[in-house]
């Protein structure tokens, strides 16, 4: 398995977008990197926007950066949420500090704003949150997927597919 050596944080939260946690989560696994599911509070269950269920299995306060490689954020309406939690600001800030994987996709640049490390880099992400990007400085490009230095970008559900693959190749990377 290409990712053995990883570990990586997928946060989530209420209505998060189903297939944007899930997806990257199985692929990450499918790859042979452990992932921790993690969210404001441990041993919580949220339901998605379209039903299926995720819990949590720490508190994202509880997490420490130099123990992960990468940290994945979905979209849906979860980053609304995760974005006012002061640990989950501190463990993206963190991360994004130590130059780990830091993966964000369609309203999950919400919680980079809120993160503060957004300003002066490139960005993308649902149309909705396009204002918000380039109001918090960042410069907003309309691809699928990308990565620039080691934050990981995508667009929406249908570029979870070029979302993945950038993913895993900027951890394969790292």
């Known amino acids: 398995m290409s990712l053995s050596h990883c570990r990586v944080a997928v946060l989530v939260d209420k209505s998060f977008e ?25 041993d919580a269950t949220f339901t998605g926007k379209h039903g299926l269920t995720a819990t949590t299995d720490v508190a994202a306060r509880t997490l420490a950066p130099g123990d992960l490689d990468g940290v994945v954020v979905p979209g849906g309406w979860a980053p609304d949420k995760l974005r006012r939690d002061e640990g989950v600001q501190a463990l993206v800030r963190e991360m ?8 964000q996709i369609c309203h999950a640049g919400l ?4 993160a503060g490390i957004v300003e002066g880099r490139q960005a993308t992400g649902s149309t909705g949150i396009k204002d918000d990007l380039v ?16 934050l990981v970008w995508g667009r929406v559900v249908k570029d979870i597919p070029a979302f993945c693959r950038t993913l895993v190749q900027a951890l394969q990377d790292a």
């Open 96 to 103: 994004d500090a130590q130059q780990k994987i830091v993966a």
């Open 18 to 42: 189903d297939l944007e946690f899930w997806v990257p989560t199985m692929r990450l696994r499918e790859e042979g990197a452990e992932v921790v599911v993690a969210g404001r509070e441990a």
């Open 135 to 150: 109001n918090a400085g960042a410069t907003w490009v309309d691809e699928a997927a990308f990565q620039k230095d080691h």
């Open 111 to 114: 919680v980079g704003i809120s």
